[in-house]
């Protein structure tokens, strides 16, 4: 059995004139002790997916159907008070935004020692304070540091300072919210082998979102790709990465800097969102792929197997050599 298994979720959130469909019949696994990415442009849904996954959606959110399982408990049916027990105990979220979730009014060391205390009530205040130095010294923190406020740290501290607290209960599953995004590069390599490290020394399994697909290639061994709330291709990241079969993944790939001839011009796909309110007919790609034909008009394509564990949901995934030959004539700013 995984240790998460999603089915069929669908997300939406409740808006003036209708419904923002912001995941939409979204379904994986997540084994024990593994590292897998979610990957896709912003508002693909990638925080709503997490943010689901924890119970953590807004009060205008609904799930109208799906199943979120983990360790066997379906966290889409239980309560509030059974899911507050969960979290940080056994799966830990690290939020988007590491200045709006640590609590401005309280020291780092209040806020460590607090999380600890709403789950275990028979330790001492000194070992939570011992706790939290372990902690952040794994993230590379100095001790000195429990006394500061939030707004003295830099943004890459108090981004640390929340993947401590989510290692502090020693969780079977963490979320990592774009943890890398607006930070240097010596930060970025220094979180991403952070993530290894709790999956390698403390059997972690970690989510870990982002829109780099460089920074996932490196650390997940699997990678799911969002795009307007579908799946668009999910399997081993490395053959996922070489051989990307959704043109959405050879977009991506294509629109990374190549670093054997740095001066050639890079060939980028507009950061647009799609548009979940009123989704194209067809698949949800449309607007946006150079490979598009009559037949991505009439509806959303299946997903299904293509090859190695690939999926992928594409009209065009058996041509997937042609259209990788083909990614760099093409014209990827064609957005809606
Ligand atoms: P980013 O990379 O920018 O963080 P994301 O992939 O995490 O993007 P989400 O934040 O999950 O995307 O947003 C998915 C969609 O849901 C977007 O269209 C967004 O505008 C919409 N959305 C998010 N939160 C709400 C909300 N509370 N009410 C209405 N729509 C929302
Ligand atoms: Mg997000």
């Known amino acids: 059995m995984s240790l998460l298994s999603v089915r069929d979720l669908e997300v939406q959130y409740e808006v003036e004139d209708g419904y923002v469909r912001a995941v939409d019949g979204v379904s994986f696994d997540i084994e024990t002790e593994s590292i897998v990415g979610v990957l896709g442009e912003s508002g693909c849904g990638k925080s709503t997916l997490a943010k689901a996954i924890i119970g953590g959606l807004p009060d205008n959110a609904v799930i109208p159907s799906g199943e979120i399982t983990f360790d066997g408990t379906d966290l889409a049916a239980i309560s509030d008070e059974r899911m507050r027990e969960i979290r940080w105990e056994q799966i830990a979220y690290v939020p988007q935004s590491a200045m709006g979730s640590l609590d401005p009014v309280y020291t780092i060391q209040q806020q460590l020692t607090e999380t600890i205390l709403a789950h275990r009530s028979d330790v001492s205040k000194q070992d939570c304070i011992e706790r939290a130095k372990e902690v952040l010294d794994l993230v590379g923190i100095s001790p000195s540091r429990l006394k500061s406020y939030p707004h003295q740290l830099s943004g890459g501290m108090r981004q640390r300072v929340l993947l401590a607290m989510s290692l502090l209960l020693e969780p079977e599953l963490i979320i990592a919210d774009e943890p890398t995004t607006g930070l240097d590069v010596l930060l970025r390599d220094k979180i991403l082998n952070d993530i290894e490290t709790y999956r390698d020394e403390f059997g972690i399994s970690v989510i870990f979102v982002s829109h780099d697909i460089a920074d996932l290639v490196e650390t997940s061994e699997f990678i799911i790709e969002m795009y307007g ?26 629109s990374l800097p190549d670093l054997a001839s740095s001066t050639e011009e890079m060939i980028a796909m507009k950061m647009q969102p799609p548009n979940l309110h009123n989704p194209p007919e067809g698949c949800r790609f449309i607007n946006k ?48």
């Not at 490395?238 to 294509?254: A, E, R, S």
């Not at 992928?312 to 809606?336: F, I």
Request: aromatic letters at 8%.
């Open 229 to 254: 709330g579908k799946i668009t291709e999910k399997g081993p990241s490395k053959t996922m990465f070489d051989q990307p079969v959704h043109p959405y993944t050879i977009g991506l790939k294509n």
């Open 289 to 336: 792929c150079p490979f598009a034909e009559a037949e991505c008009e009439t509806a959303h394509p299946e997903f299904r197997e293509e090859r190695q564990g690939i999926h992928s949901a594409c009209y065009r995934a058996g041509e997937s050599d042609l259209m990788r030959g083909e990614a760099a004539e093409v014209d990827w700013s064609n957005v809606d």
